[in-house]
């Protein structure tokens, strides 16, 4: 069985920071593309940033220079550093991943169950 669990989620005053985490774990063979969408109440699900095994990183043009995605391959773990946090940041933050397990050989996508970001004053 593969997992991803999201932390870092909480209420930041328009401005300030939140680091959000996000942890594969199970039965990896290897971690392929990790990434992190949003979802604001109303709204389409939205790419926020992407990560490859190779090392290319695309985001967003709504959060370029305020966001960094960044991982820790040793720990299976994804990361998206927020800075500058606005109130249309405000959304369910979901971490998702290509994995191939260790019983198969084809890569499944996965979804974590989300983390909530609310920026307010």
């Known amino acids: 069985q593969v997992q991803l669990v999201e932390s870092g989620g909480g209420l930041v005053q328009p401005g300030g920071s939140l680091r959000l985490s996000c942890v594969a774990s199970?039965?990896?063979?290897?971690?392929?593309?990790m990434a992190w969408y949003r979802q604001a109440p109303g709204k389409e699900r939205e790419l926020v940033a992407s990560?490859?095994?190779?090392?290319?990183?695309n985001y967003a043009d709504s959060v370029l220079g305020r966001f960094t995605i960044f991982r820790d391959n040793a720990k299976n773990t994804v990361y998206l550093q927020m800075n500058s946090l606005k109130p249309e940041d405000t959304a369910v933050y979901f971490c998702n991943a290509d994995i191939q397990r260790r019983d198969y050989y084809t890569p499944r996508n996965y979804w974590g169950q989300g983390t909530q970001v609310t920026v307010s004053s």
């Open positions: 990560f490859t095994s190779g090392g290319s990183t």
């Open positions: 199970g039965s990896i063979f290897r971690v392929y593309t």
